[in-house]
Every structure is written in C-alpha cells, then in structure tokens.
C-alpha cells in the first residue's frame, strides 16, 4: 500500500467515525452534536451523499431551512435515486414557502418508494399549499391505504373535506382520527365546528398558538388590507368618543401583532400587552407601544397569584380574541379580579347567526372555527362577573370574499369589587 493510499484510507476512516458519531447523536436526539459531526465528517470526505443527507436532514429538524437545502439539493444530484434526498428537500422547500418545488421534489420521492405512508401526507401538504385539495385529498386516501389508523392522515382529511364543503365526510374523518388516538383536544375542536352539539369550551392552545406563530409575519396586512379587519378603530373609537378618559395601567388582551396597542398609548401611562403566541408578541415589540409584553394564556396569566399581587389594571381591551373562546365566564371573572374599580373591560364578539327553529344557545362553534355568541349569554356571563353594561354596538368586524361580517362591540365597567366566581364540585 503506497503512502497516499495509506492517508485517504486514514482520511476517509477518520470521516466515518465522525458520521457514525453523528448517527448515534440522532439517535439519542442531541441535534445539534449531530449537525457537527456530520460537518465534520465532510470536511475529511467532500461530496459523500450519506453525510449530505444525514446533515441537511439534521438542519431540517433544528429548522434551519436555509442551511438544510443546499445539501440534500447536491445530495439528490449526486444519487438521484436516493429517497430521502428528495423527500427532505421536499419538506424544506414546503417550509421556506416554495410549494410548487416542494411538490416536484415529494413527487420524485414517491416515485422512487410509493409505500411510505407519511411520504403521502407530506405530498398532501404541498397540493394543500398550492389550493389542490382534490390532489391533496387523493394523497391522503393514498397514505390511509397503506397504514389505515394513521390518525394524522385522518384528521387532515377531514380538514381537506371540511374545506371542501363536505362536512358528513369530514365528521367521519375527525372521528376516525379519534379512534386512530390522533390528538383528541383538536380533532374534537375541528368536530365541534361541524357538530356544535359537541363543541368544546375553547380553542386548544396549541392550535391558536401555532396558527399565530405561523400567521405573525403576514398577518397584519392580511387582516388589514385582504380582510378589511376594522376591530380595534371601531373599539377603541367608541370608547374614546363615549367616555374620554386617562388610565394609568392598560391590558391588551390577545394584542397580536399590536393593532390595538398605538389607538390605547396616548390615554394610558402603563400599557401591556398579552398574546398567546410568541411569533406574534415579537411583531408586537416591534411597534414599541408596549411597555411590557407577556407571553401566556389570558385566563392562566389573570389568575396567577403572583400577578394579583401587582397594581391592577384600569382598562382591559380584547380585540378579536373571543372567536377562539366559547365558554365566557372563566374570561370574564379573570378580567374582573383584575380590574381597578371604576375599571373598563371593552371587548368584540361574532355575532351569533339567526336560527329559524330551535331552542336558543349561548354560543357556537362555528364552520370558520371561530366562536359567536348570543346577546342574552354575554349579558349573563357579564352581569355575573360583576360588571355593568355600558354599551352594545352592533358594526362590522371584517369581511369575508366581499361580505361584512358583523360583530358585536361590547363595553363594560367594574364599579364594585368582583364577586368570586362559583367553584364547582
């Protein structure tokens, strides 16, 4: 053996002792010792498509999307054969947006192995991105074939046919999604806006949370400008115009990307804002309205003893947040606890649609996802938590393909302190 020889077979020994080191990281889920190793391993070994791979993979999974492409782009062009390469690009094109290539790349995987289950639900999303629900639908019958209790593959069929108006099949789905032990909080969520007799309390967290964090860096010019979204002016608008006055602490109540936030800073000293999801409380910091922001569930955040013990708050606004709670009383009693007498609590709901026949009900689930509510449980709800009733404006919300949506602007005031909400037994 000459040498040279002797080196690249040091070389390339040196190069596998790295990646297998890589591969054992995976496997205890110590990513980011993974990605090093993989790096390493092609430092001493350019140009081997397994490394490729496994390191474009691992970026994928520590969702650096950007550093992940390169690598399974070049992996694929080297064994074009190679499964995973394109089935990872796939995944990482669909991540950064680009759906059509997404899909080219799934497809191309799909060819190469049609029996992957999850390589099917993977290829749905991409149709489902590019508004091809039928190829999408289609897909997941596909992923359904070969491991009948995917329970992920059911629930999103039942999204699919939801979107498709085709609620009897969508239920089923949902249902089956149950049963395959899919997440139960959210499927029972998407059901419940199919049969409202089954409707739970409130939208799960994490569906909202994800929903937000997903929609934070577009969502204001969507609501804004696609939407016609007019909440916060028209809140904010009546208030001030009703009862000007200056409130020393302010709450903003699920403040998203801070619409409310610059209409409530000239009339409070203090103000906070609160959201549910992360992606959207860091758009709101980016206004610079806010004097805090904290990133919590409104009831949990209300109620935590330690935040009782701070100054209460003079205004409390929540904008556009009860479409994702149905049941108000838990709400309500948190905000009041809260409240500095003469506090004010102003706040928007969806109007509950008129029923023709039928007994009447506090609130729906409805099709959207978003809840409404009746005038008469809103007054209930509110009496009951202590507060006084200031002021109803009916008025638009936003529009929905060119239709307003109406909405119901309800203004309220804590003149004595709260009673205590009854604790069931």
Known sequence: ????????????????THFLLGLSHVNAGQLSLAEASFEAALALWPDRASSLVNLGVTRFKLGKYDAALPMLHQAC??????????WFQGRTLLALGASQAALDCLEQACAIDPDQALLWLHTSQAHIALNQNLAGLACLDQALALEPRNGRAWGNRGVVLRDLGRQDEAAQSFQAAIQAGADLELNTYYLGAIRSDSAPGAAPRTYVERLFDDYAQDFQGHLVNVLKYQ?????MGHLLKAAPRHYARALDVGCGSGLCGPLIRPVADHLAGLDISSGMLEVARQTGVYDSLVHADAVAYLRDPDRLQEPKFDLVVAADVLIYVGALEPLFHAVAACLRPPGQFCLTVELMPTSPAGPPVDMRLLPSLRYAHSQAYLRRAATEAGFAIDALVTAPLREEQGVAQMGLYVYLSLSAPAPLATQSK
Request: no cysteine; glycine share 6%; proline share 6%.
């Open 1 to 16: 053996m000459t040498t040279s020889s002797a080196s690249a077979d040091a070389i390339f020994d040196a190069a596998k």
């Open 77 to 86: 062009g080297m064994e074009p054969r190679n499964r995973d390469a394109w």
């Open 231 to 235: 909440g916060p002016e028209v809140l």
